[in-house]
């Protein structure tokens, strides 16, 4: 069944975000096995879990549709400086252009149409009550920058990562919603540059082996993996710029609180070869699930349990969840009886 698009809700204030039944269904849950180690997690993004996944197309578009548009449309009114595009970037913005418009069309026909004569395209976004006609790849044609005019309109936060000398760096983006980290630093940095906070993998070789791997993506061929992390309150945007707002809120959680305010945040990450600027387009689609939600599902929640119970102090620490972390496993100790 597809998800409908429900009215809008909110990832701040008063968090009147929720999930249907359906959505808990089909959220991406992350973990294979008991333990949690980082790896070279990548496989070919291709259709898995049956119709209505997560999985079914390029890109998914779900019940939060409208809810997330709006939220992006908050955090670029405040800061701005949240979809950044180096000049260089133009033809790879319009790349992602016709990779989503293109697959939005064939995959969404009741919410979104894209007519094409020539170079004049007409872009239909029933959902926002979009209608622009504009000519392919001349920017002057568009209401808006071209990466920010499809930002708008796709859920998921976007890199556009430029290829050069073997490795990919990070020379466009529009993020909105992301798990800590910041576009305006990591900016212009090289792979393995702004992953450089992260503990363990480097010495591991994991990113060695992750950039040869991306490096070699052939167009048509996109590949997919999922990463997650905790957070307080269903708040979509935990971005440093933001950290006055959020981070506080790592001590609100309780015994009591602990299964309506924690969320598992899982990112369904799409890596895609964008075929004129031979760009690689990064999608990072968020979902987020309270404990609560979780543990509707037994095996969810017994898995979640030894997860979490086994996860290295380097990740608790990397990923914030020091002041919460044995509240989260206390509760979830609960629903894991055999253990
Ligand atoms: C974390 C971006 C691909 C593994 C991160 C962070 C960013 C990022 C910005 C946060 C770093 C920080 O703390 O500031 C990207 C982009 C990619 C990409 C743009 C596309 C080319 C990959 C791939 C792997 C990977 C292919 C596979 C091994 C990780 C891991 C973390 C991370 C393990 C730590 C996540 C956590 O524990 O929450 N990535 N990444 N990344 N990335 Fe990537």
Redesign the pocket.
Known sequence: MRLAPKEIQTFRDDFTYTNSAEAIRRFPFPFPEDEYR?????EPHEPKDGEGSVYENLLDIDEHYLSEMHERSLVLKEMPHRCLAMDHMELASWDMIERCMTSMAEDYPEYFSLTKEGEHWTWENKLLGIKDDFIFADSDSLPMPPLEYIGRQVQGDF?L?DQRDGD?F?DA?IITC??????A??AGMS?SQ??????M?HKEG??D???K??TAIPVGKP?R?L???LTVNARMDTAPENYHEWGHERTSVTPENVGEKVYLRVEL?V?DRMPRSNA?M?S?RTYLMSLEDIVTNPQWAQRLHRVMKTLPPA?ID??GLSRYHSTVVDYLAHFDQTN
């Open positions: 980082y790896s070279v997690n990548i890199a990562l990919l990070m983006g992301p798990a800590d980290w910041s576009l630093f990591d792979f702004w992953h450089g906070p992260v503990p993998a994991i990113f082996r992750a950039l791997y991306l590949v993996r990463n997650w992390t990450q890596i690689l990064f990072i990740l990397y990923k």
